[in-house]
């Protein structure tokens, strides 16, 4: 069984317990607006490994280095309900 660590700095209007309707589009929506700015965060030297949702509560975000990058990734998005936690790199997979 996976262990799955609980996200490291979470921040902005999290949604604890509410159902998801219209916050899962705005969830989606930010996770998209993060992802799109691997480059932006790049070049300010945070490595962005993924993005995902955890719908009805927040955008998760995986860093490289949470416990340095977090809090400025939680001030850039500061209206977005963001959980930033450790990221790995992914392995593509080839076929064998």
């Not at 607006?33 to 945070?46: K, L, N, T």
């Not at 850039?76 to 930033?84: I, N, Q, T």
Request: hydrophobic share 35%; aromatic share 8%; charged share 20%.
């Amino acid at each position: 069984m996976n262990h799955i660590p609980p996200p490291v700095l979470c921040g902005g209007p999290l949604l604890p317990g509410r159902p998801v309707g219209t916050d899962g589009q705005r969830h989606e929506e930010w996770a998209a607006q993060v992802w799109a700015d691997q480059a932006f965060w790049q070049r300010r030297g945070a490595t962005v490994h993924g993005v995902g949702t955890d719908f009805g509560r927040c955008v998760t975000v995986g860093l490289a280095d949470p416990q340095r990058d977090g809090a400025k990734v939680l001030a850039h998005y500061s209206k977005a309900a963001l959980c930033v936690e450790q990221g790995y790199a992914s392995d593509p997979l080839t076929a064998s």
